[in-house]
């Protein structure tokens, strides 16, 4: 991330941390689910939380759809805190593949994850999420399930050669561009929300 980069994001932050609710989900949203609004990305996982006592959940219930049905995403709400609103959001078609590959696969499935059925996965991580938190929820997240294996086999991450959005054990080079693309969408999103846009 270059300095611009992470200037940009701290202006963003600074302005929904002023906002009022409203804004500041549907903001939130935008800029840090940038990357599968513009499918570049499966799945997002945003935590809607700021202030006690905030209707998050109400809020998010009341608009998600509105928001993201025109953009051909959908969501999932994830926990069942009154204060927050921890939310998966993702495009149906990327978090199939994403979750249909070999690899992916095998892990899901010595996780309990029943194959073949993408709403059967969902409801089966939000379940587990109430619990021990899910690593392979890395997978939903569309991160390399290599690395996600590494991860969930070594969770003191102690081997890691690079972190950012995922802890990465394998392909240094691929993830390190992922980020970048990653990153860049969230930038131009915060960036046009904070021009009014």
């Known amino acids: 991330m270059n300095c611009n980069d992470a200037d ?19 903001s939130t949203l ?5 990357p599968t609004i513009k499918g570049i990305k499966a799945a997002c996982l945003i935590n809607f939380r700021r202030h006690k006592n905030e209707n998050m959940r109400g ?3 009341k608009n998600a759809d509105k928001w993201l049905e025109p953009l051909g995403v959908r969501w999932i709400l994830l926990n069942e805190h009154k204060e927050n609103a921890l939310v998966l959001i993702y495009r ?18 010595s996780c309990g994850y029943p194959l073949g059925d993408l709403d ?19 997978l939903f997240l569309d991160y390399p399930p290599d690395d996600v294996k590494c991860f969930m086999e070594n969770k003191k991450c102690k081997n890691q ?4 959005y995922w802890k990465v054990y394998g392909n240094v080079r691929k993830a390190r561009r992922t980020f970048k693309k990653y990153r860049r969408a969230e930038c131009d999103a915060a960036r046009l929300i904070l021009s009014g846009i």
Request: with cysteine; glycine share 8%.
């Open 30 to 34: 935008f800029c840090f689910g940038a």
């Open 92 to 109: 149906r078609e990327l978090l199939a593949c994403a979750l249909g590959c070999t690899e992916a696969c095998e892990i899901l499935k």
């Open 161 to 164: 050669l690079r972190s950012g």
């Open 59 to 61: 809020l998010w219930l």
């Open 120 to 138: 059967a996965c969902l409801k089966c991580l939000r379940k587990k999420i109430c619990g021990d938190f899910p690593h392979e929820i890395g």
């Open 8 to 26: 940009i994001i701290l202006k963003f932050m600074e302005y929904v941390r002023h906002a009022d609710t409203e804004i500041f989900i549907r």
